[in-house]
């Protein structure tokens, strides 16, 4: 039977997806036959049975949101903290217990390693108490709609813009910020884009059973203005740090003296009035990509912004990469660094030096390898900030390995989600003595790379998944690899 957006189905649930999604039958239909081998539940956790409307229809996929229970709910859930929570939300997985949702990041990373034969030890996810008012790095879209400065983000696979300056993730400065910023850019509005805003009470999508009804009924598409968005200010980017102070950026097209002109407007009361550390305006880059080629530059407030981890101080810019949960990113560097053993070790992927520079003072002697220019720069400064020697070295992983001649006792490794690209394995294994310690944000490429480098004499001893992202499907996780004698 085809089914409809709209259709509201008696549906039960009978596990738990990897995205938060609980994956379930139709009726009395079995799981895994013809009318229930793809449906998906929002809302929906394991033992649940209920009614449920149909937000996305396909030929293989059937994606329902629960509106009303039949008999009891489930023990892994609890109430989301947010007031606004969907199943769209980017924090989908509010509806969990802490130790379930523990359990299921764990999981991501067990089915990753398995689909690729990797086997080895996966230890419990560990995570920071803190699951409300962790983030310390926050990015938003700019807008304009009814005479005011919105600030908010995307709906999940949508240009829909919602309102974000009530969300309950970010750190308690950057909150403050935002709502004393919010005056300040109503104010200068003229250089931001118009974007209609849905304001309808959730955050991913309606609130409310009637609403979302309607919006999927009608195939409802709410208007993006994709081509107004491209110009004037599109993002705002807010970075605290652990005294409490706050650095702004805006990107956009900021390029004319008149528009300088008007930034450095902005940037002065934003300073004032929203007491910021400091404030910055760069390019964005193509199509979603949040920063340009070019570094922003400084409009106003001090030009050097420390963060300080664990005794250590690092000088960050506004695109400088820096984990965003600072409690649960120092016990995974914590780790890292204690794996990471020897007289002489190399890491790869160094960004501003927050594993290299916990390494170093170990005593270790350092190489650090990063592609970014202003990172290595970064990096190479904080190294003297705190009385350390560690050589940063800048360029791209595969390039920069192959100078490399002498093999490292240690070697560290911290590669975007894509993983360690193509001939870096080779390059890696190398140079690489007696362990390889790896952090991954993506359980997948981790898979694929410790499968690749098994075949090179580094076998997985143990992984370690860490939480770093409170109510989100996301994991990241810590290998450590020892060579095969």
Partial sequence: MRHRAGDTLDVRVESLGLDGLGRGALGGAPLGGADSSDVWVGNGLPGERGRALVTHAGRRRLVLRMLAWEGPRSALRRAPACSRWTPQSPCRTMHLSRAAELDLKRRAVCEALDSQKVSTIVHDCQGDEAALGWRSRVTLALSRDRDQAWLGAYRRGTHQLQPMDACLLPEP????????????????????????????????????AEALARSVRRSVRYPAHAQELKHGLRHLTLRANSRGEVMACVLGDTSGEELRTALRALAEDALREAKLHSFYAGPTGPGDVIFGAEPP??????????????????????????????????????????LAVGPRVLDVFSGVGALALRVARQGSQVVAVESVPEAATLGAASAKRNGLTAQFIQGDALTS????????????????????????????????????????????????????????????????????FPASEHVEALALLERVR
């Avoid at 810019?317 to 660094?337: D, I, T």
């Avoid at 093999?407 to 870096?424: A, M």
Wanted: glycine fraction near 6%; aromatic fraction near 6%; include cysteine.
């Fill in 401 to 468: 390995l192959k100078h490399l001649a002498e093999p490292f006792t240690s070697v560290l490794v911290n590669p975007p989600r894509k993983g360690l690209g193509e001939g870096v394995h080779e390059q890696l294994a190398r140079l690489t003595r007696e362990r390889l310690v790896y952090v991954s944000c993506n359980p997948k490429s981790l898979a694929a790379d410790l499968a690749r480098l098994a075949g090179m004499g580094l076998m997985t001893r143990a992984v370690w998944p860490f939480d770093l």
């Fill in 297 to 338: 530059r400084l409009l106003a407030g001090a030009s050097t912004f420390l963060e300080e981890v664990d005794d250590l101080q690092f000088e960050l810019s506004p695109r400088a990469f820096f984990q965003v949960h600072r409690g649960a990113a120092a016990k995974l560097q914590a780790e890292a660094a204690a």
């Fill in 173 to 208: 400065a950057i909150t403050e910020a935002i709502r004393r910023l919010l005056p300040v850019l109503t104010r200068h509005r003229h250089l931001l884009p118009r974007a209609a805003l849905r304001d309808d009470g959730g955050c991913g999508e309606p609130a409310t």
